[in-house]
């Protein structure tokens, strides 16, 4: 049995440039077997080696920043192609992204798909983002960090939200991750299970939507 897991951090979005996402597409990467679990990334002047491992995924060289989405992806579906239990973290913006990747699981013939969902408001999501942003700054300039923090622009994250946004409403993130369930009406994956978060006043992360379809076994022959 294949198991996909999608975690979905809904406040966390990373951008590109139109042109350097533009270039990424036109660039075409492969992935190249070397030896055993150790494979070659390449193409478009990238050349990455990259370790697929029982463990997880080692990239032994650093991509380009406007490669990284690109690379990640190819690494993603080299995964789904041998059929490996994965867990994909990111978010579900674009309204195409989730249906691309249940296609390629339905492909490669997975079983079960979850989909973990973490919802905030765009107050609570543009605030954390300043302090991640910060805080990995003040680590550089401590000489901790080498990377400096992550900014994530502020009309990134109001992008994920619909204006006007209500306290009750879902994200674009959480409105296409539940859409995925209708997809799931084809039978072409049994078991898809979609669970959306939101921080509860105590602080613990509490479930608010629950949605799943459990393909039923058909009559005996």
Partial sequence: MRH????????????QSVDAR??????????????????????????ITVHIGKYGVVLVDTPQPARVP?????????????????????????????????????????????????????DTAHRQALSRWWSGRTRWVAGTDTLGGRFTPPDAIDGCYPTPHTAD??????????????LAQSGVIPSVKITIFR????????????KAYLQQPGPPS
């Fill in 70 to 122: 690109q690379v990640i992806n190819e690494i993603r579906k080299h995964c789904v192609e041998q059929r490996e239990n994965i867990i994909v973290e990111g978010t579900l913006k674009w309204p195409d992204q989730g249906p691309d990747v249940f296609s390629q699981l339905a492909d490669a013939y997975y079983s079960s798909v979850e989909v973990l969902g973490i919802e905030v408001d765009p």
């Fill in 22 to 47: 533009q270039d990424a597409r036109a660039a075409r990467l492969s992935v190249l077997p070397v030896q055993g679990s150790v494979y070659m990334i390449s193409g478009a002047g990238v050349n």
């Fill in 169 to 182: 409403a879902l994200s674009h993130c959480g409105d296409h991750a539940l859409q995925l369930i209708d």
């Fill in 4 to 15: 996909l897991l999608i975690a979905l951090a809904f406040a966390l979005v990373t951008t």
């Fill in 199 to 210: 921080p509860s006043a105590a602080g613990s992360l509490e479930p608010t939507v629950e």
